[in-house]
């Protein structure tokens, strides 16, 4: 017979000593991450603005006909004054530079077509965008998830089959489409929707504390305002809701089907465990993580998706600022309008991947 030999258990202190490097290895890969994405952030918004500035001077319109109109275009005073106010008379690259300078002493411009500076505009446009943005978000979340898990509990049933040809309809028809039928139809047929705008004209919006009219509402203890504008909110956050709940929809169904599919599953189910405690519990883990990435690209492409909706139901965020803007010619406008929304977009994501990190360290181990 063969002497065993039994290995000691470590005490308590050592399995915890064997735990710390591990712990201080993924919080290391986490602030290399996290430093990673802070020093390629101004490279990222370098090339933004870069890429913007040369758009609008290489457009084919001309800024000082649209200003001064076909009558005073044709005074060659006049023109070479309006070039020389905004600097369309310099070489391109000191154009840029100056560009830059301003940018970074918070000068955003001044508005060609209102004369007034730029970053008063969008401050007062922006959050009514964030209200839309966070509202139609929400209205995704409500649709897509839902309807990812019942597909894919019940998957090729009739269920499932109606699920696949909403993510398939609202995955390919264009926001303005949408918007132009939300509006014949829930608010000129049927009436079940608020007009055009924000709020009624003959109500007086609340004083201004955040912005966001809802909540300045509630601060000022005007319950009705509040609810004049949840209504008018209801048709833009509708139709952009509708068109990316299909992606959450069609995410969370792919990812719960992969789930349901694995060892886990069938343990559970082996153990006699409920089906609606096995997909929500166990399964719907698995499709939190892509979920929460694809929350911080759809918060960002809310911003720039919403130009089209804003414009077609009157709702007066930035990106009915910059249509407006854009069939003026004013670049400036235009400029800083896309210059937010890719900073917004830029921001949350990144926000979105430091999370998604933490939620996941794996990927921290793997960056």
Same mark, same amino acid.
């Given at each position: ?22 712990? =201080? ?8 991450? +996290? ?21 609008? #001077?290489?457009? %084919? ?5 649209? $200003?001064?109109? &076909? ?18 008379? #310099? ?6 530079? !100056? ?10 411009? /001044? ?14 446009? $922006? ?77 007086? %919006? ?7 009219? /809802? ?10 305002? @509040? ?21 959450? @929809? ?10 349901? #599919? ?5 343990? @559970? =189910? ?7 405690? !096995?997909?929500?519990?166990?399964? $719907? ?12 690209? /759809? ?7 919403? +130009? ?11 990106? #009915?600022?910059?249509? &407006? ?36 360290? =794996? ?5």
């Amino acid at each position: 017979m063969t002497d065993q030999v039994v290995t000691p258990a470590p005490p308590d202190g050592a399995a915890a000593d064997t735990r710390r490097p591990l712990r =201080r290895g993924r919080r290391g890969g986490r602030r290399r991450s +996290i430093t990673r994405r802070l020093v390629t952030l101004p490279f990222l918004l370098l090339g933004m603005t870069l890429l913007m500035f040369l758009i609008s #001077r290489f457009l %084919p319109a001309d800024p000082a006909v649209a $200003f001064l109109g &076909n009558n005073g275009a044709d005074n060659q005073q006049a023109v070479d004054a309006f070039n020389a106010k905004y600097g369309l008379d #310099r070489p391109l690259w000191e154009q840029y530079w !100056i560009y830059l300078d301003r940018l970074l002493h918070g000068d955003l411009g /001044t508005s060609i077509s209102t004369s007034r500076p730029v970053a008063d505009e969008l401050a007062a446009a $922006f959050p009514a965008t964030l209200e839309l943005a966070v509202a139609a978000l929400l209205v995704s979340l409500l649709i897509g998830i839902p309807l990812g898990i019942l597909a894919a509990a019940r998957r090729s049933s009739l269920l499932d089959r109606l699920t696949g040809g909403f993510t398939l309809l609202g995955v390919s028809m264009p926001p303005f489409v949408l918007a132009l039928l939300a509006l014949q139809v829930l608010y000129l047929r049927l009436g079940w929707v608020a007009g055009p705008g924000r709020l009624d004209p003959f109500l007086d %919006p609340p004083p201004t504390v955040t912005g966001v009219m /809802t909540v300045d509402a509630l601060l000022a203890g005007q319950p009705a305002v @509040a609810l004049d504008v949840l209504h008018h909110l209801v048709l833009p956050a509708v139709v952009l809701g509708i068109i990316h709940g299909a992606f959450f @929809a069609r995410v969370v169904r792919s990812t719960m089907v992969d789930a349901l #599919r694995g060892d886990f599953v069938r343990t @559970a =189910r082996g153990k006699g465990l409920p089906g609606r405690l !096995i997909v929500g519990r166990h399964a $719907f883990r698995f499709a939190l993580i892509p979920t929460l990435s694809l929350v911080g690209l /759809t918060f960002g492409e809310l911003f720039a998706g919403a +130009i089209t909706v804003e414009t077609i139901t009157g709702w007066p965020g930035v990106g #009915r600022y910059m249509y &407006n803007a854009a069939t003026k010619l004013d670049f400036p406008a235009v400029m800083a309008g896309t210059l937010l929304i890719g900073v917004a977009y830029v921001l949350v994501n990144l926000v979105v991947d430091l999370l998604y990190g933490v939620a996941d360290p =794996r990927v921290e181990e793997a960056s």
